[in-house]
Nanobody
Framework: QLQLVESGGGLVQPGGSLRLSCTAS????????IGWFRQAPGKEREGVSC????????YLQDSVKGRFTISRDNTKNTVYLQMNSLKPEDTAIYYC???????????????????WGQGTQVTVSS
């Protein structure tokens, strides 16, 4: 069972930055495609970004393009979501998730992911 732990959330002013981390204590971490999702109060969970385990392909939701960047450091079993120019509408609980290691395509569909972290709160407010 793959266990994921998110960190790095917090309160930030509009225009500020945060870097979220998703860490797993498991070998062969580099075989897992990782996605970041978020859920705002009263809204459905939505895909934000993903990074493929097969070729490093990344994908970003249109609303975060140019502001967010996803990357991974397999030596640290960690995937990062760098969030710049944050807006109040980015406020949500952010979750990282991993696909089955047999399914390595990057996708923002939450149903494609098997393992989930507990989430970290991001609040953008002045």
């Amino acid at each position: 069972q793959l266990q994921l732990v998110e960190s790095g959330g917090g309160l930030v002013q509009p225009g500020g930055s945060l870097r979220l981390s998703c860490t797993a204590s498991r070998f062969a971490w580099d075989y897992y495609t990782i996605g970041w999702f978020r859920q705002a109060p009263g809204k459905e969970r939505e895909g934000v970004s993903c990074i493929s385990s097969s070729d490093g392909t990344t994908y970003l939701q249109d609303s975060v393009k140019g502001r967010f960047t996803i990357s991974r450091d397999n030596t640290k079993n960690t995937v990062y979501l760098q969030m710049n120019s944050l807006k109040p509408e980015d406020t949500a609980i952010y979750y990282c998730a991993a696909r089955s290691r047999l399914l390595r395509t990057c996708t923002l569909s939450s149903s494609a992911y098997m393992y989930w972290g507990q989430g970290t709160q991001v609040t953008v407010s002045s």
